[in-house]
């Protein structure tokens, strides 16, 4: 399956704003309380301040006019009120959006982070762990500054604008339709330039992950960056992110700016609009000077909200670019399911088999094609063969990491697939060549998804080694069980290993895959390593990949994996023979 979100991005057909937002608001349904709240004190907000402009009129007809100074008092305690009203349910609408806003932040991280907890391996080869970061962070961010800054804002100025236009058109039609006139033009121009400024805006939140992508694999690998003097090629790397995120945000920002001066010159046009027409109508006697002033008021409470959209607009179309991004992982669903299959019942019983299996990587050359073979319990087998040839990919595959293209892999006598999650990681074990530990301590780190072991304390733990003649490995680290483990290299890449190794071993699975495991190992660890593996259960397929003669000279048959195939390499000297010729091949 292809998880790859740049390619995706490329080929996806964007989503609607309208049916974006929906999607959004189906992630909160328990603020919809909130949301309606905000709606109430924004109609209250937005009513009071259109009241206030026919209060003005009203009283400059009624009072100032006719020189009723007392009446003019309490048309002011009237507008006074209003403006007080206005203020107070403001501040409302701010506290309770704001409120949401950060709600629906921590909701949707937690809704992606779960996401990607159930993504399969393949996701995470195929996409750059700063573009991963960047989605989490930053376009989340970018939602949150929409919901908690912008949402009700522009939710009142609607209410604002429509009050208005109301108003306009009932104290007189006529004016109010050509006062209107350049708003809607405005509307037409501004659904016509969406697309392209939602566009804009999506190319740019894309380069800014690339060069968080870019910085964090710099980072990353710096050591071989100076080991090999070559900060020139950090430089020119960096150089091309970071160019094409500035490039992209000058564009970006460009197209969210057109929408100011455009809004600003349509209330313009409609300001002179309301002053000639409006001067005309007084002349002719159809309209007093209060009313006039209560219109110019209604025009500026229509058009000036449109031009405050014209900002809020640019931060929704931002906002929806990032929803696009981050619902592109939300729709994502993992392939490694738990299936219902028949389960073939295998006579002999192997701890596992391969059935005619073929594979190849999403966009990739195929690595295993039409492959066989049976693994029986308890025994060890050691998988050989050059660079590239397919070990790796033979041993994800056994831990179902990844699933056959076609063909079908047997755990003793069942469909690998209908395992779940948990028991397959029970069953099977699995020690990489760089493994990956949590910051914390070696027990920690050793009891890690063991639930068997999870509340166990030290002197529990400590004789579960013993028994188990791991206890020995201990001595490798400082502090025993109470050894720090960081991402500062407190300890060594060995270290590491040994941990790793404690960790899976503790687990009595029925196979365990080791990858280069003692890689990183010297030799009197390594021999104390493999001393442990001769006491494992009976029960225990070990399958060994690696590269030195000594780590696979014990082993009860050698495979050789080359050129999509995999079959047995016989003793010893004819699996270095193999492999001799397979590097002269390749």
């Known amino acids: 399956m292809n998880y790859n979100l740049n390619t995706l991005f490329d080929k996806e057909k964007k989503t609607s704003n309208v049916k974006g937002l929906r999607k959004l608001f189906q992630l909160i349904p328990h603020e919809r309380k909130n949301l309606l709240l905000a709606l109430v004190i924004i109609i209250i907000n937005a009513a009071s301040k259109l009241v206030a402009p026919l209060l003005v009129g009203y009283a400059i007809d009624h009072a100032v006019v006719t020189g009723d100074y007392k009446s003019l008092l ?8 209003m403006y007080l009203i206005a203020s107070a349910t403001q501040y409302l609408q701010t506290k309770v959006m704001g409120s949401v806003g950060q709600r629906m932040l921590f909701t949707l ?12 391996i393949a996701f995470f080869n195929q996409n750059k762990t700063g573009d991963i970061i960047s989605r989490v962070n930053n376009d989340t961010d970018k939602i949150n500054q929409f919901f908690s800054q912008s949402l009700m804002q522009f939710v009142g100025n609607m209410a604002m604008m429509i009050g208005a236009a109301v108003f306009l058109l009932t104290i007189h039609p006529k004016l109010g339709m050509a006062t209107l006139v350049p708003g809607i033009c405005i509307f037409i121009f501004t659904m016509a330039i969406s697309p392209w400024v939602k566009k804009r805006n999506a190319l740019s939140l894309k380069a800014s992950g690339n060069l968080s992508s870019e910085v964090q694999e710099s980072l990353n690998n710096f050591k071989v960056i100076i080991a090999f003097n070559r900060r020139d090629y950090f430089r020119k790397r ?55 002033v209560s219109y110019i008021s209604y025009s500026d409470s229509f058009y000036k909200p449109l031009q405050q959209i014209a900002s809020l607009w640019t931060n929704f179309q931002l906002a929806m670019a990032g929803w696009d991004r981050i619902s592109q992982i939300l729709n994502m669903e993992n392939d490694l399911v738990q299936e219902s ?44 063969g050059p660079t590239g040839g397919g070990k790796t990919t033979t041993a994800s595959l056994i831990a179902r990491l990844f699933d056959p293209t076609e063909g079908t892999i047997f755990l003793n006598g069942k469909n690998i697939k209908t395992y779940s999650s948990k028991e397959r990681a029970e069953k099977i074990g699995f020690i990489l060549q760089d493994p990956f530990l949590f910051s914390g301590t070696v027990k920690d780190n050793i009891l890690y998804g063991n639930e068997a072991y999870v509340n166990y304390s030290d002197a529990q733990l400590t004789e579960l080694l013993k028994t188990s003649g791991l206890e020995e490995l201990l001595s490798l680290f400082n502090d025993g069980l109470h050894t720090t483990v960081s991402d500062n290299n407190s300890i060594s890449l060995g270290q590491k290993q040994v941990i790793a190794f404690i960790r899976a ?71 270095v023979a193999k492999l001799i010729s397979g590097h002269k091949s390749s």
Not at 276 to 281: E, F, K, N, P, T
């Open 74 to 81: 309490k048309y002011a305690l009237y507008i006074l009120l």
């Open 109 to 120: 991280r937690n809704a992606l982070f779960n996401k990607l907890q159930e993504l399969p």
């Open 238 to 292: 960096f150089a091309k992110a970071n160019n094409e995120n500035y490039t992209t945000s000058i564009k970006s920002g460009l197209a969210n700016n057109l929408f100011v001066p455009v809004y600003g010159l349509g209330a313009n046009f409609a300001q002179l609009i309301v002053l000639i027409y409006g001067i005309s109508l007084i002349i002719n006697g159809d309209f007093t000077v209060g009313i006039l």
């Open 341 to 384: 299959l028949p389960t073939t019942e295998e006579t002999h019983e192997f701890a596992l088999s391969f059935n005619n299996v073929y594979f190849a990587y999403p966009e990739g050359k195929e690595v295993l094609h039409n492959v066989s073979f049976h693994f029986e319990k308890g025994k060890t087998y050691a998988l050989v």
């Open 505 to 575: 071993v503790l687990r009595n699975p029925d196979i365990l895959i080791l990858d280069e495991a003692t890689a990183n190992i010297d030799t009197v660890t390594e021999q104390l390593l493999d001393k442990i593996l001769q006491q494992l259960p009976s029960h225990t397929t070990t399958v060994i990949i690696a590269h030195r003669l000594n780590t696979i000279e014990n082993a009860d048959e050698i495979f050789f994996i080359n050129n999509k195939e995999v079959e047995p390499a016989g003793s010893l000297q004819d699996a």
